[in-house]
């Protein structure tokens, strides 16, 4: 997501790691992003938003998820909530996903410091500091 809103920080993140993944949930959030953004935009906002969709998304290998991730993933959310952390399903099933393939989850943002850094099943990395380290 933080490629699609134009991160200069997440372009660098994203060239760092030598073949970069997306969850397929990753690949439903960005296309609803993207078409309420052209909805509001034009008449063809389907068709656009899909065309952003395949750029976006061209620099990666998507993941489709397992029924075990799945499962996984529902445990998480029901952990994480009851110690006061409210990740979307989404989320859950990005750090499921992280977890049962044992590959860390770069992300940024607020969001970082309400939720992710609480995370412990994921190695999760700041991308600011992810792409501090390049050189």
Do not use: C
Not at 35 to 61: G, N, P
């Amino acid at each position: 997501m933080e490629k699609y809103e134009g991160n200069p920080i997440a372009e660098r993140a994203i060239r760092k790691v030598v073949h970069p993944h997306i969850s397929i949930i990753t690949v439903a959030e960005l296309v609803a992003s993207i078409a309420r953004r052209e909805v509001r935009r034009r008449k063809d906002w389907e068709e656009e938003a899909l065309r952003h969709y395949v750029i976006l998304t061209s620099a990666f290998t998507v993941l489709e998820i397992t029924s075990s991730m799945a499962k996984r993933a529902g445990i998480l959310r029901t952990k994480y909530k009851e110690m006061g952390i409210e990740f979307s399903l989404a989320d859950a099933v990005v750090i499921a996903t992280a977890e049962s393939m044992g590959w860390s989850i770069v992300t940024g943002g607020k969001q970082y410091e309400r939720e992710w850094k609480k995370v412990t099943e994921a190695k999760i990395d700041l991308m600011e500091k992810f792409v501090e380290n390049e050189k």
